[in-house]
């Protein structure tokens, strides 16, 4: 038998990106949570996926939206990262979003934003797997490295440690 913790330390020699992923609730109130469970599916048709905790605060609303945004966070995004993975109802005061593909929350300024439709929902264990459609994306400019999430902590790709 692999123990929980055992696998998450194995797991945790694998670099992830870091992603926000919104979307809003029943009432119409944004929601958004600190993802690294992110990957594309398909090219044709262009499908990506996350996952989120069957645990999570936002789960009920992320199992019902129809629509979803997932932002691609910057090395220099550290910070946005961790205020939307921690438990707060209000993770989008002071901060300025527009409104997307079923007036979802966007956020300005990440590397790359896929907006989606909700395409398939899957039991995976403790969590969700949820498929979407990329409806719209957006890709930034900026020059910046990606935020990275190694060994339990962020990370550069010259390899150095941030702290988390």
Known sequence: MIEAKQLRQALSNFATGITIVTTQDDRQQ?????????????????LVLWSIAKSAYSYASFTQAEHFAVHVLGADQ?????????A?????????TARGVGDV?????????????TEHR???????I???RVLNLN??????EPLLFFKGRYATLDGSDQAA
């Open 139 to 144: 890709l930034s400019e900026r020059p910046c």
């Open 30 to 46: 944004p929601i958004g949570v600190t993802a690294s469970s992110f990957n594309s599916v398909s090219l044709t048709p262009p």
């Open 78 to 86: 550290a910070a946005l990262s961790d205020r939307f993975a921690r």
């Open 88 to 96: 707060s109802t209000d993770k989008f005061a002071g901060l300025d």
């Open 105 to 117: 929350p966007l956020i300005h300024g990440c590397m790359a934003r896929f907006e989606c439709a």
């Open 130 to 132: 949820i498929v979407g």
């Open 122 to 128: 899957y039991d995976g264990g403790d969590h969700m």
